[in-house]
């Protein structure tokens, strides 16, 4: 009888010869960059191969070569050098299964698990995908004003496209409140973000959940309760501390208590601007009473305090002596 060599792909897949029977995975392994990976495969039967030949390949080329209950490199991939091995104590029950230590990016490929039996060899394939896993998530807050507050969720670091999601206290989803998911693609892999609205009502903790095939990163964060609005907080802690927004620092009650004063001044600037221009145009060209007018205006100005008044002032008079001719000019000079 030939030799018989079954390739099975990615599926549930049996091959058998002879009564041996070799079974590996339902579907792609998936793996995580810097952690360890086992790719199944076992002897149907449970038939002991402490015995039999084992190799693992990609291709023609051995990643882990067993026989005579030892290992032999010689013939192994540099890459794989010191981070695979069998379950040999496991070998006598029909497991061939190979791990895969630190695992990275070049390992995504289609292995064989390869099995000399004392009748005929039989194998299987092994899909492996590699992927990397974003960041723990880090979450900041923004106060709006009357208890609500403005959650933002970024991890970053995913091969693929995760999922994100909000969750309250009670474990119940935010999705109807979250904003659209947002990636970048960055040199370091995908940035994914999202954001939520919450109120005093939905209690004080919150979590966000990133998830992709196999792989969970979450952070849970208590938000006190405030009322003012403008906050920010930082809550990698796990605990969101409030304080002013940077544009302000520290000072930010003083310039919340001059604004009202800014304001108040800028519009006596413009009234009494206002104003002389209103005189002017009704006086009667007297040349003493525009030199008082004049004085007058500036030493009102002056107890204001405002540079940006007197300057205003001092180019409303010098168009309005532009327009009025010979005889206001003579009062700049006088």
Not at 133 to 155: F, K
Not at 275 to 298: F, N, P, T
């Amino acid at each position: 009888m030939k030799d018989l060599h079954w390739s099975l792909f990615v599926l549930c897949i049996i091959s058998s010869t002879a009564g041996v029977e070799v079974v590996g995975p339902d579907g792609p392994v998936v793996g995580v960059v810097g952690e360890d990976l086992i790719l199944s495969c076992f002897l149907k039967s449970h038939t002991s191969a402490v015995d039999d030949e084992v190799t693992w390949l990609i291709g023609s080329k051995v990643v882990h070569h067993h026989k005579s209950r030892q290992d032999w490199t010689d013939q192994q991939l540099p890459a794989y050098r010191g981070r695979t091995s069998l379950f040999t104590e496991e070998l006598q029950r029909g497991n061939l299964s190979l791990k895969i230590r630190n695992i990275t990016l070049s390992d995504a490929n289609t292995y064989r698990c390869y099995i000399a039996t004392d009748t005929m060899p039989v194998e299987v394939t092994v899909s492996v995908k590699v992927e990397t896993v974003g960041s723990t998530p880090n979450i900041s807050a923004e106060s709006l004003g009357s208890g609500d507050v403005r959650l933002q969720c970024e991890s970053s670091g995913w091969s693929s496209e995760p999922q994100m999601e909000w969750l309250d206290s009670e474990g119940r989803t935010l999705r109807d409140r979250a904003e659209p998911t947002m990636f970048q693609r960055l040199a370091e892999g995908l940035r994914v973000q999202s954001s939520v609205t919450v109120e005093q009502s939905d209690g004080n903790r919150f979590l966000c959940r990133v998830t992709s095939p196999g792989q969970t990163r979450e952070m849970e964060v208590q938000v006190p309760r405030i009322t003012g609005w403008g906050y920010l907080a930082n809550c990698s802690t796990g605990l969101c501390h409030w304080s002013d927004l940077p544009m302000f620092g520290h000072n930010r009650h003083r310039y919340l208590i001059m604004a009202p004063l800014v304001v108040i001044i800028i519009g006596l600037c413009l009234l009494v601007v206002f104003m002389a221009q209103k005189m002017y145009k009704r006086s009667d060209g007297s040349k003493e009473m525009l030199k008082k007018m004049k004085e007058v205006l500036k030493e009102k100005l002056k107890s204001d305090m405002s540079q940006a008044c007197m300057e205003k002032f001092e180019k409303v008079w010098t168009e309005l002596t532009q327009e009025k001719g010979p005889l206001e000019n003579g009062l700049h000079q006088a």
